[in-house]
């Protein structure tokens, strides 16, 4: 398993650093976005406003939610186009089941999409003068993230070997996560509040705005609750992306698009 | 010792609201060094049923055994199998000959020392060493295809499974990649082919199985279905035309004329229309023998489509 893991990381890290001009795009796009609605916001403001601790919050939601965007579109974006490619068939040929394969995958590529986002935060952090704080325990919290974004990854995944084609859906889908990264329901109260802890990447995006935004310490009963957000909305992943491999099967459609 | 094994292999898919028949009861073997020609027209079955002994597409009923294990079962039945299906398009485009070597080789369960070794074996053996550090993309379709072979034998198949492994190749890449089969061959490999090029299952197979919507309508030896087919007529080219007095002769014996050529439908009729010509000096004689297009032609017409 090693070994695929280290394989898997010399194929994703080789075709970024080869084609490495789509990745400077896409940092240079996702940062320029962001400088333009904070422009926009500080129009709105009026000069001389502070946006404080609320500026912070909302890079974080940014950030985190171009990092889930990327997961996503590199698990199913990357499925549809093995399909198109027809790698695809080739990766069900292996010996190590489907999902272990993707899962691995998904792991070698997560010190790309991170090292992408880091870039985009210091880029960010820069250019609006934000402040955050970086605790290690900041990790705890950003762990159940990554299981609700990898939980909703495969469950898009699955759909794309269904249907092959989920670029429009994607397209879609990234206004959703939007809202269930950057609103702070952290900050609700009664029945929302409640509501919240079921969403998907919700509550952890929350705890991390407490952390590098607010300069909290870590609530370890929230937390608690985020991971096992992220390990149900993980586990109901990998079980669609399995479900979807056995009806692919049945059906015939791996290879075809 | 038997490689494949596949019994009464049955699917059947919903398309548009119809039930489409796409295998009915497909059995097939294949042994070490055995190389078995799947044959049949566009929409038969081949594909569908390439898939299922790969494990890709799960059949309504039949099973699946490849050295003794049942891909759709246990997963490390996929060890023994290599496959190179639809044309060249099994390749990552950005990666260079080499690393997809490797890379596969890993996915196939090898370690990377080994994949490494193996790739480079497999490299220098396929004509590609000078390749090794241009990406797939720049590489000829003839390169591509040779290459998608060697990534299918990376890990050492006993089973390989060609699904159209020529087409859209020019004549001399056709030329490589059929030399590279019977090479592969004859290492011991078991290999199931499917083409449209008739020419080529002729030539390289052992036995061939023809498929007609679903359906193998025959499975015999190469070698014993065209001689079943082949006629008893025989073909005798002259040097000169005859003269009239001999033209006669030859026509009473039963031969029939045509130019500098002379048709004889039974062999009996043969050596007798042979003294007739001696000492006539003759180009050649020679039997008429089916080939391999016409025996597919003639079955596919006698089982038309449902």
């Known amino acids: 398993m090693i070994e695929l893991f280290l394989a898997e990381l010399k194929r994703s890290w ?34 001389g406003l502070q946006f404080g601790d609320r500026l912070n919050a909302v890079v974080i939601g940014y950030v985190l939610w171009t990092l889930v965007l990327f997961i996503l579109s590199d698990i199913a974006g990357g499925l549809q186009n093995e399909a198109q490619t027809g790698t695809l068939e080739q990766l069900f040929l292996s010996p190590f089941n489907a999902s272990k394969v993707f899962l691995v995958r998904a792991i070698a590529s997560l010190t790309i999409q991170i090292t992408l986002n880091i870039s985009i935060l210091l880029i960010i952090m820069t250019i609006t003068g934000s402040q955050l704080f970086f605790p290690p325990s900041l990790l705890l919290p950003f762990i159940t993230v990554l299981l609700g974004a990898y939980g909703l990854a495969f469950a898009m995944g699955s759909l794309a070997l269904l249907l092959k084609r989920v670029q429009q859906l994607l397209g879609i889908f990234q206004f959703a996560l939007l809202f269930l990264l950057s609103v702070p329901t952290e900050t609700w109260v009664g029945s929302g509040r409640v509501f919240a802890l079921f969403l998907p990447m919700t509550s952890g995006a929350g705890l991390l705005r407490d952390l590098m935004a607010r300069g909290l310490e870590l609530n370890w009963g929230q937390w608690a609750i985020a991971l096992i957000n992220g390990m149900i909305y993980f586990s109901l992943g990998l079980f669609l992306f399995h479900q979807a491999e056995r009806e692919t099967k049945r059906r015939g459609r791996l290879g075809g698009y | 010792m038997r490689v ?8 059947t898919y919903r398309y548009q609201g119809k039930l489409l028949e796409a295998v009915q009861d497909v059995s097939l073997k294949l042994s070490i060094g055995e190389v078995l020609a799947f044959l049949g027209p566009n929409g038969a079955g081949k594909t569908t049923t390439i898939k299922m002994i790969a494990g890709l597409i799960l059949p309504d009923q039949g099973w699946v055994n490849i050295a003794g294990r049942n891909p759709h079962r246990d997963s490390r039945a996929l060890r023994s199998l290599g496959a190179v299906l639809e044309g060249n398009r099994n390749l990552y485009w950005r990666l260079t000959p080499q690393e997809n070597l490797e890379y596969f080789g890993v996915l196939r369960g090898l370690t990377r020392r080994t994949a490494h070794q193996r790739g480079r074996e497999l490299l220098e053996r396929f004509g590609l060493a000078d390749k090794r550090r241009s990406t797939v993309q720049t590489l000829s379709r003839g390169m591509q295809q040779k290459l998608a072979i060697a990534v299918a034998l990376i890990h050492n198949p006993q089973l390989l499974l060609l699904d159209e492994p020529t087409l859209g190749l020019d004549v001399e ?12 061959a004859a290492e011991g490999r078991a290999i199931l082919l499917t083409t449209h090029q008739l020419d080529i299952a002729e030539e390289l197979s052992d036995r061939v199985a023809i498929i007609q919507t679903g359906k193998i309508v025959i499975e015999e030896p190469t070698s014993e279905l065209i001689r079943q087919f082949s006629g008893t007529a025989y073909t005798i080219e002259l040097e000169h035309p005859l003269d009239a007095e001999k033209v006669s002769k030859v026509q009473e014996l039963g031969g029939t004329l045509q130019g500098q050529l002379i048709y004889v439908r039974e062999s009996d009729e043969l050596y007798s229309i042979l003294d007739v010509l ?26 038309p489509l449902d």
Not at chain 2, 174 to 184: A, F, G, S
Not at chain 2, 278 to 303: G, H, S
């Open chain 2, 173 to 184: 890449a056709t030329q490589t990649v059929k030399q590279l089969i019977r090479e592969i």
């Open chain 1, 14 to 47: 080789i075709q970024l650093i080869r084609y490495s001009t789509e990745a400077i795009g896409g940092i240079i796009i996702t940062t320029s976005i962001f400088y333009g609605l904070f422009l926009s916001a500080q129009y709105i403001a009026g000069p």
């Open chain 2, 4 to 11: 494949l094994e596949a019994q009464h292999l049955r699917k």
């Open chain 2, 278 to 303: 001696r000492p006539l000096p003759l180009v050649k004689i020679y039997r008429e023998q089916a080939t391999l297009t016409d025996i597919f032609l003639k079955l596919v017409r006698e089982n």
